[in-house]
């Protein structure tokens, strides 16, 4: 069952939300005295949300699906390649990928929930999406997957990958985001996927290849 999203509840996560990157661990004494490490929470990253980068308002009410997803899914754009690894050139690539799914594919908005730059910035694709992942109890019904777009949450990672690797600051993003996600909705390291395990495509490349390093990558941090 989905619901609209309320204008409220999309203001209440119009904000750039976020922590330094990446998981730390505290070392507890045993009653031996022996010290073994113990996992603590996976930080928020920073991610700027759809009214930091001025996305457009969704053509409909986007809507709410009352469960948590059960999966990740791994895109590439297929964009050309940038150099440019500014904020500012993330901003745009939101901007860019909104418009062509608005315009192009006649989509109510951005159809994957965030999105990830070639630099490492991290971005809100389909309103909503940053409120319910905060929250850990809902998720926004994408556009991303067919068959998996009210049980998965899809990223998109800027670039195309069909025969080279992306930057390492792209990939470093990616495990943080993935394990982040992971752990505000209880998804297991082993559910991610990418785009090409359900339908027929290429996307998302060379990174599908790289998801058996992914998940282990994930679930180092999950501790």
Known sequence: MSVPVSRRTMLRGAVLLGAAAGASALTQVGGDGSARAVATPVDQPVIANCATWSARPPSSAVSVVQSRPNKII????AFPNTTDYSLARAYQNSRDIQNLHMDSNGWLDSGQHFTNSRGG???EGRHGSLYALLHG???VQGAHCVGQNSQAIGI???????????PQALWDSLIVFCAFTCQQYGIPASEIYGHKDFNNTQCPGLLHGRLPE??????ARLG
């Open 121 to 123: 910035y991290l971005t």
């Open 156 to 166: 998109e990672n800027d670039g195309i990958y069909l025969d080279v690797q992306p």
């Open 74 to 77: 791994i895109h590439h754009t």
């Open 137 to 139: 109890q809902t998720m």
């Open 214 to 219: 992914l998940r282990s990558a994930v679930a």
